[in-house]
């Protein structure tokens, strides 16, 4: 086990050093590569589990015959992938036993294994748009007992994979990007299963996942908030991140875009006939004959004002999304020729899938056919990035670009330096008649 592995990393220096692979290189066997399956690969199975609900035609507001048909594909598809992750991530640490609690204290690994729980979101999520309308009650049940699983598992996982990384030696401010948020992802996605699924239980059953939904939702936008000022700051001191990590960037456009879709959905899912949530009915004894409200009234009064302050906290929360999407697009694009494939380029998917979830939700909620339009472009082009971030998915395994020793995000590199050397390294280079954008490879 020790030499294929020593086998490994002398191939893959000679890698470094050549620019090209030998004969010896292209004969190391996959399962040996698999020693570098790292956490990372989750985003795949999290990506795709996000188009599958951007497909349902109960969120699609322009839909056609057969879509309800190729979201339930692309559903299987998901928990197929996700089932065959599970397996070779599975393998990885039984081959490599050492690995398992390394990859967990991991300063970079560590943060990606919350993708994990966040594909499991997208899948559960997907239950009430796929499965439950097609099965019987049963399904309706096991639903709400998923979400109270998830629930406490991802808030214990939050809380450990925090403390870790508090306490890691190796972590720096200059290394900071927007992927330190991911540990609250799962928590915080609570809150869209909650949204997505709470009107298929009965009001008994809902109120409380609703309450909890909010709980986590709340407790995950706050903690990214958090963050983005750790994150502002650092980009403030040193500038962009380095271009192999700049598509993780998006990250940052998923709390918003998330928060707002959830309140949204659990507004417009708070169950009308049940109970008044909002208080002990109000006396109206000092109004005139026939101006009082009765109790079903006031209910339906106070979800009202919850739908309306739920529409304007979306389109505040969504306009920050726009603002750190737009950021990042002109950061990825100002590298966009030394960029190579990492699976961080996921990330132009799931955050942006949040985001136009976020958008057809606001322009439902305004009844704006334009908002609406907007919304169906956003999700032509998520689509399309799909295929073209798969494509390139499979010509970096295909080349050895990941999976491969020193490729992967088990490998730790202090890359951030200040702005003013930097600058001072682009100088020198102007001077020399050098490459610019060689010099920002290499940084």
Not at 20 to 41: C, I, P, Q, S, Y
Not at 322 to 348: E, G, K, Y
Request: charged share 15%.
């Amino acid at each position: 086990m020790s030499t294929t592995s020593d086998s490994t990393d002398t191939e893959a220096e000679a890698s470094n050093q050549d620019g090209n692979l030998d004969t010896g290189e292209r004969n190391v066997r996959m399962l040996d590569r698999l020693k570098h399956f790292t956490w990372a690969w989750f985003t795949l199975p999290m990506s795709t589990g996000g188009i599958a609900l951007l497909l349902s035609p109960q969120l699609q507001p322009h839909t056609f015959p057969g879509l309800n048909t190729i979201g339930k594909v692309v559903y299987i598809f998901d928990l197929v992938n996700f089932t065959t992750l599970v397996c070779v991530k599975s393998y990885r640490f039984l081959r490599w036993r050492n690995i398992f609690i390394g990859s967990l204290t991991h300063p970079t690994e560590s943060l990606m294994a919350a993708t994990s729980l966040s594909s499991l979101a997208s899948i559960i999520a997907a239950i009430a748009r796929y499965g439950i309308p097609a099965c019987g009650p049963w399904l309706v049940v096991a639903y709400r007992v998923l979400f109270w699983i998830y629930f406490a598992v991802t808030f214990i996982y939050a809380v450990g994979q925090y403390t870790l990384l508090f306490t890691s030696p190796l972590l720096k401010i200059e290394d900071m990007t927007p992927a330190w948020d991911l540990p609250i992802f799962p928590f915080m996605l609570s809150g869209t299963i909650a949204a997505t699924g709470s009107q298929t239980q009965p009001p008994e059953q809902a109120v409380p996942m609703l309450v909890a939904g909010l709980t986590a939702q709340g407790l995950g936008f706050i903690v990214s908030i958090l963050m983005y000022a750790a994150y502002i700051q650092r980009s403030v001191q040193f500038g962009f991140p380095d271009p192999s990590v700049r598509p993780a960037m998006f990250i940052a456009v998923g709390p918003p875009s998330f928060t707002a879709l959830a309140l949204l959905g659990m507004a417009n899912d708070w169950p009308r006939a049940y109970t008044n949530y909002f208080g002990d009915p109000i006396d109206y004894s000092f109004a005139g004959a026939g101006e009082a409200f009765s109790n079903a009234q006031q209910q339906l009064i106070g979800i009202e004002i919850l739908r309306t302050m739920a529409t304007m906290s979306a389109i505040f929360m969504w306009s920050l999304s726009l603002w750190l999407f737009c950021i990042a697009v002109i950061a990825c694009l100002q590298v966009r020729r030394s960029m190579t494939f990492h699976l961080n380029w996921w990330a132009f998917v799931f955050p942006n899938t949040g985001f136009t979830i976020a958008t057809i939700s606001i322009g439902r909620a305004l009844e704006s056919q334009g908002v609406m339009w907007v919304g169906s472009i956003m999700t032509t082009g998520i689509i399309c990035t799909w295929f073209f971030v798969a494509v390139c998915h499979v010509r970096a395994v295909w080349k050895h670009d990941i999976l491969w020793e020193g490729k992967d995000e088990d490998m730790y590199a202090q890359v951030g330096q200040p702005k003013k050397e930097k600058s001072e390294k682009v100088r020198q280079a102007q001077k020399g008649n050098g490459d610019v954008e060689d010099v920002e490879k290499q940084d």
